[in-house]
Structure formats: structure tokens, C-alpha cells
């Protein structure tokens, strides 16, 4: 019976083996994934993209690396500090690739007490072009009429 058990124990063994390499496998192809995700949201740029547009770009990248990361966490502390985390990578990543017009935006983004999430900061973003707009349009000419 021992002998039995060592089999068994043989075969539990080499099963977890087995689970461990398929598993070690995944996690190498997630990890090549994940890396080539991480590249592109790195070098996106705003380029001739509305912000909008910009933002979308950027989010379908973080949705896709979404599909590859799965994140245990212990306890609900843990996760509130790793989203609160996530959440000024995405902010970040979305500055670095801003046009260098909005640098004065980025700047008071930036200079917050807090870095407020992705919707707030591209709300900013958006609003402050909509100012700089109207800014730079050219006022009517209005032509007086003498008397």
C-alpha cells in the first residue's frame, strides 16, 4: 500500500508539474502581451486626434490589457490602493501624450493636491481648448454708422 501511496503521490506530483508548466506558459504569453500593450499606450501620442479621440485610442489599449491582468488582492484595502494607483497610471499615461499645447493644462493637472481620475482630467482638457478657442477667435467686425 505504500508503494500505492508513492504512485499516487507520483501522479498528484506530476500533474501539478504539468499545470505548473501550462500555467508558467500562459504567463509568459500574457507577460509578451502585456509588454506589447504597455509599449503601444507608451508611444501613443495625440498627434491630430481630437482629445476625445485620443482618449478612446488609449482606452482600448487599458481594455485589452485588462484581459491579461488579473489582480488578487486580500483585502479591500489593498485594492483601493492598487485602483487608486491604476487610475493616476491612466491619467498619466494620457499627459504624456497630450499635444505640447495643452502643456499649461498639464501643468495645473499635474499641480493639483490630488490627480483627479481620466473622465475629470479629460473634461479639463476639453474645456480649456474650448476657452482657448474661443480665445483666439477673431471678433466680428461691427461697423459704425455716423450720423
Aim: charge should be positive; proline fraction near 3%; charged fraction near 30%.
Amino acid at each position: 500500500m505504500v508503494i500505492e501511496f508513492n504512485d499516487q503521490r507520483n501522479k498528484s506530483q506530476l500533474q501539478v508539474s504539468r499545470y505548473r508548466k501550462e500555467h508558467l506558459e500562459i504567463v509568459k504569453r500574457d507577460a509578451a502581451q502585456i509588454y506589447d500593450i504597455k509599449v503601444k499606450i507608451m508611444s501613443a501620442k495625440q498627434g491630430n486626434k481630437t482629445v476625445t479621440q485620443y482618449e478612446n485610442h488609449l482606452k482600448t489599449f487599458r481594455m485589452e490589457l485588462d484581459q491579461y491582468r488579473i489582480i488578487k488582492s486580500k483585502c479591500l484595502e489593498d485594492t483601493v490602493t492598487l485602483e487608486e494607483y491604476i487610475d493616476q497610471d491612466i491619467v498619466y499615461d494620457f499627459l504624456v501624450g497630450l499635444n505640447p499645447k495643452y502643456d499649461q493644462v498639464r501643468v495645473q493637472i499635474l499641480g493639483q493636491k490630488t490627480v483627479p481620475g481620466i473622465n475629470e482630467v479629460v473634461d479639463i482638457v476639453r474645456s480649456k481648448k474650448c476657452i482657448r478657442g474661443l480665445m483666439l477667435e477673431v471678433p466680428p467686425v461691427v461697423e459704425s454708422s455716423s450720423m
